[in-house]
């Protein structure tokens, strides 16, 4: 037995040494690799703040004015408004197309039907929320009528 152990080869420690460090650097380069398709995917991102709002101030309260701008660092498209999960129209519009670049601000002048009517209850919480063409929402952004 003794002699079976004496005849037994293996990897010098220089040797090993080198495969354990080329195993490392292998590692490393995958994750780096993956570590940066991630980072890339979340810069580019979209995000939109509501700044400030305005109602009708005709004294029938038919539409509500809102500044939403673009704080993220990629171009988005507004595509839709709901107000307390029902489609609202903008400018007379319920289908949007409204760019904005990084930095930019729209004021939506938002109504209720297509004609600009109907008017909200007086004392209402609405939910406002603004889809893109991502299918992102942003929101609920909630005001209470005058």
């Known amino acids: 037995m003794r002699r079976l152990l004496k005849n037994r080869k293996a990897l010098s420690p220089v040797v090993a040494a080198i495969i354990l460090i080329a195993v490392t ?5 995958a994750v780096a690799a993956w570590m940066g398709a991630l980072t890339v995917g979340f810069m580019q991102t979209e995000e939109l703040s509501f700044i400030n709002y305005g109602w009708d101030t005709s004294g029938n309260c038919t539409y509500i004015s809102i500044n939403v701008k673009n704080t993220g660092s990629q171009p988005l ?3 839709e408004v709901r107000v307390s999960d029902a489609l609202a129209y903008v400018s007379g519009e319920s289908v949007l197309s409204e760019t904005l670049n990084a930095g930019d601000a729209v004021t ?6 297509a004609a600009g009517t109907e008017e909200y209850t007086s004392g209402t ?11 992102n929402s942003f929101g609920p952004y909630i005001k209470t009528a005058p």
Do not use: M, P, Q, W
């Open 125 to 135: 919480k609405y939910e406002f929320v603004v889809i893109t063409a991502k299918g």
């Open 77 to 79: 498209t507004i595509t």
């Open 108 to 113: 939506l002048t938002i109504n209720l039907d």
């Open 25 to 29: 650097v292998a590692v490393s380069i």
